[in-house]
């Protein structure tokens, strides 16, 4: 399977623990991409990187978020001191890089988070 | 920010008939996407667009960017039970990572 593969696909974890999600993108895209859903909503953009550097973050990505892509494949995105309100989809998604962020965007299946 | 709407939030259809919705958006994109998703999974991408007036099909769905630019439509000609799904635009202008509506949720009946 050649996809962006994400892991784990569920989560659950008591408020105040820290959790690590990892992504790995389509083998030849350079731009990687997550997103946040909730029920109900579509997704929400948190960031996204172009190979090992992260271009642009959201509102959204409180300081308790943090993502890294050290060698520009994989990616991990880190929720320290989870709360309840942090519970939701985490969908990693990646492109090939070369327009800009709105290009044409390939979704893994998502982490499912659950926040006790 | 940029603030999409999609219409109708949901719809319940026979088998066999066709499907519009539609998305709209406050501001003016220049690329619209259209994409699927099923439960507890990620979105799957349908159809892209880049151009305005621009009309894409991809096999029964077809979609169409909006002269105006702040719209986008999708139709589904001969639903099938395996169209069920949560149907998403999304779209962006300049070098905006992509926003996402809230979807339209579509339910057949066999």
């Known amino acids: 399977d050649t996809g962006v593969s994400q892991n784990p696909r569920h989560k659950i974890t008591k408020r105040g623990q820290n959790v690590t999600f990892r992504c790995d993108p389509i083998s030849e895209h350079n731009r990687l991409y997550w997103y946040r859903q909730t029920l109900g909503q579509g997704p929400e953009f948190l960031t996204y990187?172009?190979?090992?550097?992260?271009?642009?973050k959201s509102r959204l990505l409180s300081d308790r978020f943090s993502a890294e892509r050290p060698k520009g494949s994989f990616s991990t995105l880190e929720i320290q001191r989870t709360e309840q309100g942090d519970s939701a989809m985490y969908l990693c998604?990646?492109?090939?890089?070369?327009?800009?962020?709105?290009?044409?965007?390939?979704f893994g299946s998502g982490t499912q988070l659950s926040v006790l | 920010g940029q603030q999409l709407n999609q219409s109708p939030q949901s719809m319940f259809i026979q088998e066999g008939e066709d499907v519009s919705m539609n998305c709209t958006s406050s501001s003016i994109f220049n690329t619209w996407l259209w994409y699927k998703q099923d439960p507890g999974e990620g979105p799957v991408l349908l159809i892209a667009?880049?151009?305005?007036?621009e009309l894409t099909s991809n096999g029964r769905l077809t979609a169409q960017f909006g002269i105006t630019r702040k719209d986008s439509f999708l139709n589904i000609s001969a639903s099938i039970p395996s169209d069920v799904g949560i149907y998403f635009c999304a779209g962006a202008s300049g070098n905006t990572p992509l926003v996402f509506g809230k979807g339209t949720r579509l339910s057949v009946i066999a």
């Open positions: 998604a990646s492109s090939l890089g070369l327009s800009g962020p709105a290009e044409k965007l390939f």
């Open positions: 990187f172009q190979n090992e550097a992260q271009l642009e």
């Open positions: 667009l880049y151009k305005a007036g």
